[in-house]
């Protein structure tokens, strides 16, 4: 909603790094069975492919992090392997085919 909403934009405008909270929707992204579930873990997984990433959590990162608004996820985490997979994403950097291609899944439509 923040990337509609005119929040991104503002920060951008004005330098303020944007935080995003639970940027692994609470784990959904890894099990959760909605539809919206389903196709973001798709496109995920076929960008995790072709980038050649460990796990769909460093993609989802990378997305975020490819984003010009520089936003930071906040983790939120205290497993070791998911503090890791955030720092490892800052190596990636996703074309504009791939991040759209993400950015698709989580609208569930087409963007023109």
């Known amino acids: 909603e923040n990337i509609h909403d005119g ?40 960008v995790q492919e072709e980038i050649g990433a460990a796990s769909i959590d460093e993609v989802m990162y990378a997305w975020l992090f490819t984003h010009p608004a520089d936003i930071m996820p906040i983790v939120g985490s205290g497993k070791e392997n998911r503090i890791s997979a955030a720092v490892r994403a800052s190596a990636y950097k996703l074309s504009h085919d791939q991040w759209f291609r993400i950015y698709t899944g989580v609208q569930g439509c087409d963007i023109p």
Do not use: N
């Open 7 to 46: 929040t991104l934009d503002f920060c951008q405008e004005k330098r303020i790094p944007p935080m995003a909270w639970s940027p692994l929707a609470g784990g959904s992204v890894f099990t959760g069975q909605s539809d919206k579930d389903v196709r973001i873990r798709a496109a995920l997984r076929s």
